[in-house]
């Protein structure tokens, strides 16, 4: 199968998944995510439709989404990967939703960014619901609190949560801790579900789902 023939089969299955629970036909927004993929690569999943990507890192994003951004318009781009307080300015300027938020010193440095360039990104916060220590991402018992300081100290709107669930675990319940939070927190949108279990979180109320592999195919890391 093509990767436009992926697409479409993903989006298949996220509409079923929405039907199975009640929801909403289209209540699952698709983050179609192209790290490690070239322009040549995601040309064709941009000509099937796709208009919103994720991508990991800031300076991979910046080497080819203004030439893919300049060749075809509505394209929304999420990071969806750590950032590192001294991007945080290309990270505003470039990304149009900013997954991970998950510390006071991204939270005052986006703020401070936003304010200076007058462009304000929509934001999560990443919640590690795994607790792992290998993991970004801050502790679920602190995330309400976290997500209430971003808002009165920082002056940032966060609208949602982020988790990944640990390898190899169930992600069910992860997923559901994630929007336990979010109600408690008052974020309607919930990052969750990547190619291998979407559907699961589409059950628990994922807002948005991060798919990469399932369309792209697999990833070649560099050694």
Known sequence: MSAPDRLAEILHRMRRAEKAVGRAEGATTLVAVSKTFGVDD?????????RIFG??????AKAKWPELRAETAGIELHL??????NKARE????????HTVDREKIAAALAEEMARLGKRPRLLVQVNTGLEDQKA???????VGFVERCRSVHGLAIEGLMCIPPVGEEPGPHFALLAKLGRE???PMLSMGMSSDFETAIG???THVRVG????????YPA
């Open 42 to 50: 995601i040309r064709p999943v941009i000509a099937a439709g796709q």
């Open 204 to 206: 628990l109320g994922a």
């Open 185 to 187: 927190a008052g974020t």
């Open 80 to 85: 969806i990967g750590p950032l590192q307080s």
């Open 213 to 220: 592999s399932a369309i792209f195919g697999g990833r070649s």
């Open 91 to 98: 990270a505003v300027e470039l990304f149009d939703v900013i």
């Open 137 to 143: 991402g801050i502790d679920p018992r602190q995330a």
């Open 55 to 60: 991508e990991n890192r800031v300076q991979e």
